[in-house]
């Protein structure tokens, strides 16, 4: 049992762990529930805390509504009123569970489910084969706009001029992948 290990193992005291689970004890992992824990693990953490996020259940693909996945599909999370709700999107965990962690905050992420490879939308990927032995560039994050902004500010060009110079669509696409944008 998770729960059992989390407290016995490491020490993560009851009250800091949430449990949604379809058995009519939890409550539901409806999309509102698992969305709205993630976003109180968001505002609860401090740099320092170690967090860890474990999904078992289904996982799906959908066509990419906004233009930022090169297979042209964004996975997801099937939540138990998906039907109603919808699916939970890679862009949508991304922009409530990643972008807003604060800095310093460890997190652990097991997405047990279909097509969760790249689910978080992050830059570094470790796939546990039995091979891979640390983290990995994703062969989907494209890193070549944000290390040219990169390289030009660091030669001295102004932001208006480094901007001026890249893609602002590609740019943007970019920043929302690996940036909380205020």
């Not at 990419?64 to 042209?72: A, V």
């Not at 997405?111 to 689910?119: E, K, L």
């Not at 994050?141 to 480094?162: Q, V, Y």
Request: glycine fraction near 8%.
């Amino acid at each position: 049992n998770m729960v059992e290990y989390l407290k016995d193992v490491w020490g993560f005291p009851p009250q800091n762990i949430t449990v949604l689970l379809d058995d009519g004890s939890h409550v539901n992992p409806t999309r509102s529930n698992i969305l709205n824990a993630y976003r109180t693990l968001v505002a609860e953490s401090q740099p320092g805390d170690a967090v860890y996020c474990h999904y078992s259940g289904h996982g799906g693909k959908l066509r990419d509504d906004d233009g930022d996945e090169k297979d042209g599909y964004d996975e997801t999370l099937v939540p138990l009123d998906y039907q109603s709700a919808g699916q939970i999107r890679d862009d949508d965990l991304f922009n409530t569970l990643v972008g807003p962690m604060k800095k310093g905050v460890q997190a652990t992420c097991i997405m047990d489910c279909c097509h969760s490879g790249s689910i978080l939308d992050l830059p570094y990927v470790f796939k546990a084969d039995g091979e891979q032995t640390e983290m990995a560039p994703s062969p989907d994050f494209d890193m070549g706009p944000l290390l040219a902004l990169a390289g030009a500010l660091a030669s001295g060009a102004s932001i208006t001029e480094a901007l001026s110079q890249q893609d602002p669509q590609q740019l943007m696409a970019m920043a929302q992948q690996c940036c909380t944008i205020l």
